[in-house]
Every structure is written in C-alpha cells, then in structure tokens.
C-alpha cells in the first residue's frame, strides 16, 4: 500500500457480481453531511453501535456509493444489525425507484 493513503470504512451492501466485486457506501463521522431521508445515522445510542467497531457518531452515506473489486476491501472493522442493513437496503432501494 502506498504511504499516505488512509484507509476508510464502507458498508458493504451486497455482492455487486460474482467477479467478488461489491456494492457498497461510505461511512463517515461527519454526520452533519447526513442526507435527509437517505443516510443512516449510527450513534452510541443505538443497540447496534458497539458492534459496527465505529468510534464515534457516524453517517452510513447512501448518497455516496461505490462499487469495489474485493480485493480492495482489506478487513472488517465490526457490523451493523441485520435489521438496520435491511433498512438501509430498503431505504436505497426505494431512493433509486423514485422519481424525485
């Protein structure tokens, strides 16, 4: 790996081929960037947080997606709900279909 480069933390969504390439969005703790009625907002409150290994508040953003080769993807920091994924799949799903 290149010196300089950080490393983020995505939220893999699903399999995006079987090529093992991945759909996924990126997490970040600026949650004032959240987008309203899109992003899913993960704080300490939460059932789920401790598990996601996030260190602070955090915005799971579906209005930042990409999709990457899993090579790319270099570990696991923790995971959400099962609950909360499928939210948030349903939550992007319903964003693509509309028209607005």
Not at 50 to 59: E, F, I, Q, T
Not at 62 to 82: E, F, P, Q
């Amino acid at each position: 790996m290149e010196s300089g480069v950080k490393l983020r933390p995505v939220l893999m969504l699903r399999q995006a081929s079987r090529f093992d390439d991945w759909l996924v969005c990126m997490v970040s703790s600026q949650v004032q960037q959240a987008e309203a009625n899109l992003d899913e907002i993960l704080t300490p409150a939460d059932a789920d947080f401790d598990n996601s290994g996030l260190k602070a508040p955090s915005v799971l953003r579906l209005s930042r997606l990409a999709v990457l080769d899993g090579s790319l993807l270099l570990g696991s920091i923790g995971a959400i709900s099962v609950e909360r994924l499928w939210g948030v799949r349903q939550r992007l799903a319903k964003w693509v279909a509309s028209e607005t």
